[in-house]
């Protein structure tokens, strides 16, 4: 099956703790990237990223960090979650790079306590 | 939500009636994806569309770059149509800037 792969499905975690969420991509696409839907259900993009440049919505904080072992995989670290952290995190993937469609992952929800 | 403004925000439709969303854009779209996130929050891809028409099933879009807007059509709303439905434009190859949603309720 090709498809867009996140680990976990839930994540529940204190404030302070770090965590990683999973990303994988089988459909053979360069570029990668992770949005954030909160509350509301609004979704916005945190970070797009190809085996030549990482870009970063600057509302993003400092303590979320994409990790990347190659271009199938894109994870998505939180070094000290913050209660407002809580959300979903979804997970995307284009085939090269700029205007082409995106596909997601069924997304990763995290609950800070 | 600001970029991109979805109406209505919530549509009641009875089994077998047509419908239609619509995005409008703050800023000229280079190319606009629709979704539909279902219960269990998958976004299932519906269509991707630079300017033009495309059809899929019951389903219709049009995206109108020179006037900012896209449209999706649904004819004969069967129960499964339920769920959220965004637009999305990608004006940068920087990420998808999204609207708010169309909650869409299909009742028998």
């Known amino acids: 099956e090709t498809a867009v792969f996140q680990t976990p499905n839930y994540h529940v975690t204190q404030v302070g703790n770090e965590v990683s969420f999973n990303c994988k991509q089988t459909?053979?696409?360069?570029?990668m990237y992770w949005y954030k839907q909160d509350s509301k259900k609004l979704l916005k993009i945190m970070f797009s990223y190809n085996n030549k440049q990482l870009i970063v919505n600057e509302t993003v904080p400092r303590r979320f960090s994409p990790q990347s072992s190659d271009k199938a995989h894109l994870n998505l670290r939180i070094k000290s979650v913050e209660p407002e952290d809580s959300a979903v995190y979804l997970c995307?993937?284009?085939?090269?790079?700029?205007?082409?469609?995106?596909?997601f992952g069924p997304g990763t929800r995290l609950t800070v306590l | 939500g600001d970029k991109v403004k979805q109406s209505p925000s919530a549509l009641s439709l009875q089994e077998g009636t047509n419908s239609a969303l619509r995005c409008n854009f703050s800023i000229a779209a280079t190319t606009v994806q629709w979704f539909l996130q279902n219960p269990r929050g998958s976004l299932i891809n519906l269509f991707y569309?630079?300017?033009g028409t495309k059809e899929n099933g019951r389903l219709k879009s049009a995206f109108d770059s020179k006037e900012s807007y896209s449209t999706l059509h649904i004819r004969d709303a069967q129960l499964e149509d339920s769920g959220t439905y965004f637009c999305a434009e990608n004006n940068y190859a920087q990420g998808l800037t999204f609207g708010l949603g169309t909650r869409v309720s299909v009742f028998p």
């Open positions: 995307a993937s284009s085939p090269g790079t700029g205007y082409a469609e995106q596909f």
């Open positions: 569309l630079v300017p």
């Open positions: 459909l053979g696409h360069d570029t």
